[in-house]
């Protein structure tokens, strides 16, 4: 099946720095989403995004599909920030598509 | 607009006892999906289905079955319940007809359900 890498697996952020996390897909894929699971295990959905750049406040992702990776720009980071963060990638699979996840980056920002 | 819902949210059990696990959508999406998380992992994939009355194995399938007699709802069922399967469990869906044609959407995950089995 398809591998999904994320990296780095962990990151230690001061208050009001900026970050990039990547994500790696071995194989084509339909679709690509990141989300972020906050201290509380709640998965919330932050980019939908196959292709193309999207932005939403001080997080924006891009996705380079014929290269087979995705990258999340965090930009003057919060504490709220902190968690884990997952990108999920949906391929074609017996007669539906298939939801796969990446490894995590675990996040923490510090004051 | 509830999206979507698990039931119940925690859970104990004894060894060998066996339960379901609900989950619903109100968005009248096709695919639906079970996810179990263990500490320090990513979600690993357990079954899915991709319409009313399908089902599909994922990556960790044993000791779980599924049934998804309803569009809106995709059930999991743990026949005889073993340490190994303390966990929490995710449900998800996506996927949808608009005007006669299919569209891609993107998933939406439950607020999980922890099960510990002792």
């Known amino acids: 099946g398809i591998q999904v890498e994320q990296s780095p697996p962990d990151l230690i952020l001061q208050e009001g720095a900026n970050s990039t996390l990547r994500c790696n897909f071995s194989d084509s894929v339909n679709n690509l989403q990141w989300f972020h699971q906050n201290p509380w295990g709640q998965l919330i959905n932050l980019f939908y995004i196959p292709s193309g750049t999207k932005q939403n406040g001080r997080l924006s992702a891009t996705t380079v599909a014929t290269e087979r990776y995705s990258l999340l720009y965090i930009s003057s980071s919060q504490t709220t920030d902190s968690g884990v963060y997952f990108c999920a990638v949906e391929v074609r699979a017996g007669g539906g598509n298939k939801l796969t996840f990446g490894t995590g980056t675990q996040l923490k920002v510090e004051l | ?118």
């Open chain 2, 1 to 118: 607009n509830a999206g979507v819902t698990q039931t119940p949210k925690f859970r104990v059990l004894k060894t060998g006892q066996s339960m379901t696990l609900l989950c619903a959508q109100d968005m009248n999406h096709e695919y639906m999906y079970w996810y179990r998380q263990d500490p320090g992992m990513g979600l690993r994939l357990i079954h899915y289905s991709v319409g009313e009355g399908t089902t599909a194995k994922g990556e960790v399938p044993d000791g779980y079955n599924v049934s998804r007699l309803k569009k809106q709802n995709f059930l999991l069922g743990l026949e005889s319940a073993a340490p190994s399967q303390t966990s929490v469990y995710f449900c998800a869906s996506s996927y949808s007809w608009t005007s006669g044609r299919p569209r891609n959407t993107e998933a939406f995950f439950g607020q999980g359900t922890r099960l510990t089995v002792v």
